[in-house]
């Protein structure tokens, strides 16, 4: 028997999947967007159905051209509707990529993108909106959780 209950369309909530990426010295890999104040961790919106993971990991592939696996939570922050839909996003561990990693943005007429860095991390109040560095400066105060698709850890 099905509950209709469960069949009704749920309330609308954006998921943000985000990567935090740290050089061998710990600083922070931003990305500049063109569209709002301040830099932000790489990342963006999730697809119908597609694996938040997966979704992190795209948008950081699209943005910076780095390739990792996402597979650790570190920080996940609800923030209520204002002028846009309440959003729950999700910042997952990208790990530490080696000194001199190339970063590739794309033209910002693709990529809405005005460049990336990696920022020390005492240093993100400085770059980013309040509440965007207070996001990040959780994620790196953190453990990580493991990332599970319907009960086992994600692949």
């Given at each position: 028997m099905q509950d209709p209950r469960l069949l009704a369309k749920p309330p609308v909530c954006r998921l943000g999947c985000l990567a935090l990426v740290r050089?061998?010295?710990?600083d922070v890999l931003l990305v500049d967007p063109d569209y709002m104040d301040g830099m932000i961790l790489p990342g963006g919106a999730a697809?119908?159905?597609e694996p938040p993971h997966l979704a992190a990991a795209r948008h950081l592939h699209a943005e910076t051209g780095l390739v990792i696996r996402l597979a650790h939570i570190l920080a996940v922050d609800f923030t209520p509707a204002d002028?846009?839909?309440?959003r729950l996003t999700l910042v997952f561990d990208g790990g530490a990529v080696p000194d001199g990693t190339q970063i590739t943005v794309p033209a910002q007429r693709q990529s809405g993108l005005l460049g990336a860095r990696f920022v020390?991390?005492?240093s993100l109040p400085d770059f980013m909106a309040p509440s965007q560095a207070a996001r990040a400066a959780e994620a790196l105060a953190n453990r990580s959780l493991p990332v599970l698709l319907h009960g086992q850890r994600a692949a």
């Open positions: 050089n061998q010295r710990g697809r119908p159905d002028r846009y839909l309440e020390p991390a005492r």
